[in-house]
């Protein structure tokens, strides 16, 4: 599994934190994330630069988790649109924070091919969310990036 693939499963990890806890500001809840991130290996298993906390990993976490806290209006009014007969607050929260992740990067990011954003996230959904969510997700993204 390739650094931007392992960044984007801690950037979902992050957004669904951040979510969990609104009271945190994004500073607070990305330094929370990455000390439990440290915390969690062993003495024995350094952290390299090819890790999601650190260097290019986590500046892409750091990336996505800002773009979509600071875009969040903005992205979720796309999603809204986008996803017929769901609304996003009844959503697994998995899914809603995946789909912000990939519309961001749809929407915002230049240097990402829109169609290798949709398939990371396809990706992300089987290992994370239910059998149903790869096409659930698959589904809405494309109509986000149908109206780009």
Same mark, same amino acid.
């Given at each position: 599994?390739?650094?931007?693939?392992?960044?984007?499963?801690?950037?979902?990890?992050?957004?669904?934190?951040?979510?969990?806890?609104?009271?945190?500001?994004?500073?607070?809840?990305?330094?929370?994330?990455?000390?439990?991130?440290?915390?969690?290996?062993?003495?024995?298993?350094?952290?390299?630069?090819?890790?999601?906390?650190?260097?290019?990993?986590?500046?892409?976490?750091?990336?996505?988790?800002?773009?979509?806290?600071?875009?969040?209006?903005? @992205?979720? &009014?796309?999603?809204?649109? %986008?996803?017929?007969?769901?609304?996003? +607050?009844?959503? *697994?929260? =998995?899914?809603?924070? $995946?789909?912000?992740?990939?519309?961001?990067?749809?929407?915002?990011?230049?240097?990402?091919?829109?169609?290798?954003? @949709?398939? &990371?996230?396809?990706?992300? %959904?089987?290992?994370?969310?239910?059998? +149903?969510?790869? *096409?659930? =997700?698959?589904?809405? $993204?494309?109509?986000?990036?149908?109206?780009?």
């Amino acid at each position: 599994m390739g650094l931007r693939r392992r960044a984007r499963e801690g950037a979902l990890q992050a957004l669904c934190f951040l979510e969990h806890h609104p009271e945190l500001s994004v500073d607070q809840g990305l330094a929370l994330f990455f000390d439990h991130l440290a915390g969690s290996r062993g003495e024995d298993d350094a952290a390299g630069e090819d890790e999601p906390g650190t260097g290019e990993g986590r500046s892409f976490v750091e990336r996505i988790v800002r773009g979509v806290h600071g875009r969040r209006e903005e @992205i979720d &009014e796309r999603l809204t649109a %986008a996803s017929q007969n769901w609304r996003l +607050e009844r959503m *697994a929260r =998995v899914d809603r924070n $995946l789909l912000r992740l990939a519309a961001f990067e749809i929407l915002c990011c230049d240097d990402i091919p829109p169609k290798v954003a @949709i398939n &990371e996230a396809v990706e992300i %959904a089987k290992a994370y969310s239910t059998r +149903e969510s790869a *096409a659930f =997700v698959n589904g809405i $993204l494309d109509r986000v990036l149908s109206t780009k």
